[in-house]
């Protein structure tokens, strides 16, 4: 019987740590954060806000802050991104990798038209004006923009905000990106105009292999969404697994805390439960497991000693209980 062989991912990152000076933050703003998104594959990234989501995602472009001490590997086609120096790195952000951002307004020049945009890219690569304009409107048409030729005539402030995400999606396709990463793409968006983007993203990964990279908060949207889902909390993963195992069984209390702070509409489903206490900011560094201020099942142990991450199951978890079959 011949086993079926996993393609080589399009992403890899391993071990990442990103530290700014003493003086500005006390916690590394990510402390050896791994993961990998394969062709074709939509993996989450999800966590509070501060959880490192943002920071961990844009180093795969490398977007890192400035005068930050940076550790480890980010690699992506097999190719060093924090190695690489500034032409490589336009190369990569133009072929290789493309971003679509939560807010489309900040991504767009307000004073230039619509096609500028979409083309500019495309002809600083050499594409010819007519055939970088036809790519355009085939662009447009795909992610569901009626009459595309009009559009690329007008201003992005004639746009909805669901319309200019359609456009800078579009953009960011022009290229034929290896990976897609979207940081919170439909925050800004109703649940309407969400849905619609959503099932845009996911057709055109289908379509293309493209590997896509979701960055959200919201655990029920990357339960629609992802193959695999790893969960951040004060800059370290906490918890990794396939998406149908994590909903079914988290291994870390903090995942059980956002399953049960997300509202369902179903019959009987129970209020939504906070998670108490906050995260834990930049300021602070705390011994041991930095969720045990905030965890009902905390043991003396998870404040003096850093849990590892370490496999359970089918994934990985960072918790000192997480093989004791606890319902959290």
């Known amino acids: 019987?011949?086993?079926?062989?996993?393609?080589?991912?399009?992403?890899?990152?391993?071990?990442?740590?990103?530290?700014?000076?003493?003086?500005?933050?006390?916690?590394?703003?990510l402390d050896g954060v791994s993961l990998h998104v394969r062709p074709g594959e939509t993996v989450g990234l999800v966590g509070?806000?501060?959880?490192?989501?943002?920071?961990?995602?844009?180093?795969?472009?490398?977007?890192?802050?400035?005068?930050?001490?940076?550790?480890?590997?980010?690699?992506?086609?097999?190719?060093?991104?924090?190695?690489?120096?500034?032409?490589?790195?336009?190369?990569?952000?133009?072929?290789?990798?493309?971003?679509?951002?939560?807010?489309?307004?900040?991504?767009?020049n307000p004073l230039?038209?619509?096609?500028?945009?979409?083309t500019e890219g495309l002809r600083a690569a050499g594409?010819?004006?007519p055939a970088a304009t036809a790519r355009a409107e085939e662009l447009l048409t795909a992610v569901g923009i009626r009459d595309p030729r009009g559009a690329l005539r007008r201003h992005p402030h004639e746009f909805s905000g669901g319309m200019l995400q359609r456009v800078v999606i579009a953009a960011a396709l022009a290229a034929e990106p290896a990976l897609l990463v979207a940081d919170e793409p439909t925050t800004a968006l109703d649940v309407t105009t969400q849905a619609e983007i959503?099932?845009?993203?996911?057709?055109?990964?289908?379509?293309?292999?493209?590997?896509?990279?979701?960055?959200?908060?919201?655990?029920?949207?990357?339960?629609?969404?992802?193959?695999?889902?790893?969960?951040?909390?004060?800059?370290?993963?906490?918890?990794a697994r396939g998406t149908d195992e994590l909903f079914?069984?988290?291994?870390?209390?903090?995942?059980?805390?956002?399953?049960?702070?997300?509202?369902?509409?179903?019959?009987?489903?129970?209020?939504?439960?906070?998670?108490?206490?906050?995260?834990?900011?930049?300021?602070e560094a705390p011994p041991g497991c930095a969720f045990a201020a905030r965890c009902a099942h905390a043991l003396p142990r998870c404040r003096e000693e850093t849990p590892a991450l370490a496999p359970y199951g089918d994934g990985l978890a960072a918790c000192h209980r997480a093989d004791e079959g606890i319902t959290w």
Not at 1 to 29: N, S
Not at 112 to 118: E, H, T
Not at 254 to 267: N, Q, S, V
């Open 198 to 239: 959503i099932a845009i993203l996911t057709r055109l990964r289908v379509e293309r292999g493209t590997g896509l990279l979701f960055v959200t908060h919201d655990l029920e949207l990357a339960s629609a969404v992802c193959d695999r889902v790893y969960v951040m909390y004060a800059g370290r993963i906490v918890e």
């Open 127 to 129: 594409t010819p004006a």
């Open 248 to 283: 079914d069984r988290p291994r870390h209390p903090y995942t059980a805390g956002l399953l049960a702070c997300t509202p369902r509409i179903e019959a009987g489903a129970p209020a939504p439960r906070p998670i108490p206490g906050r995260p834990v900011s930049l300021a």
């Open 1 to 29: 019987m011949t086993r079926r062989t996993e393609p080589e991912p399009v992403l890899r990152i391993d071990e990442l740590g990103v530290r700014l000076a003493a003086d500005h933050a006390a916690r590394p703003l």
């Open 48 to 108: 509070e806000s501060g959880s490192g989501k943002s920071v961990a995602c844009r180093s795969v472009l490398g977007l890192l802050p400035g005068g930050a001490r940076v550790s480890g590997q980010v690699r992506v086609g097999g190719h060093d991104v924090l190695g690489m120096d500034r032409t490589q790195l336009i190369a990569l952000r133009t072929r290789q990798v493309a971003m679509v951002f939560q807010d489309p307004r900040a991504s767009v």
């Open 112 to 118: 230039r038209r619509i096609g500028d945009f979409l």
